[in-house]
């Protein structure tokens, strides 16, 4: 895979998730997680290594675009970890599953339903183990596991949608990737 060409489509994505967030939302805070989609789309045609490499670089851009409100003296703060390792999983879950569905959009978008519910979850889980009472952490404000889960499940819903129409603009660049293959002399696949 072209690396740089990966991050100037990653730079893109995190500019229009984060900058045009007023424009996407919809309801309570219901974003779509264009990186996600991103990041299924190379995990269906890259090697292991390169697609675990590019889920956590995604993971982690995600928990940056992400604040956690603090409580007490703890303003807004940044918690890298919960998304980076629900994209790991996801990019997991979706090694598995490109042998099950084809390399075709509504394949693609099936794994990106599957690969969000893993993330999601992973999300939430972690969050709510860093929320317990321990002994030297801080709650988090208006943390409820219950409504996380609902909400991410619009978010889910969502980011799938979404990603109809960006899996075909990014099949339409599909050979800018430079996808290794197991055939010899061939730079990517055809989408069907």
Known sequence: ??????????????????????????????????????????????P????LWAMLILGVLSDLLVPIRGAGPVGDFVLVG???????????????????FRRSIPGIVMTVLVVCFFVELMVVAAMTIRGLPWPIAEPLIGWSAADELVRRFWCLLYTTGMSIP???????????????????????????
């Open 82 to 100: 919960p998304y980076a390792a629900g994209f790991m999983v996801g990019g997991w879950a979706a090694l598995q599953l490109r042998g099950i």
């Open 48 to 51: 292991q290594t390169t697609t």
């Open 1 to 46: 895979m072209r690396w740089v060409f990966f991050l100037i489509v990653t730079y893109l994505l995190v500019s229009i998730q984060s900058g045009m967030s007023g424009l996407l939302v919809v309801g309570d805070q219901v974003l779509p997680n264009l990186l996600l989609i991103l990041g299924v789309f190379v995990s269906v045609y890259a």
């Open 166 to 192: 960006l899996v075909y603009l990014l099949g339409g660049m599909l050979r800018l990737f430079h996808f290794e293959t197991s055939r010899p002399g061939q730079t990517g696949y055809v989408m069907r």
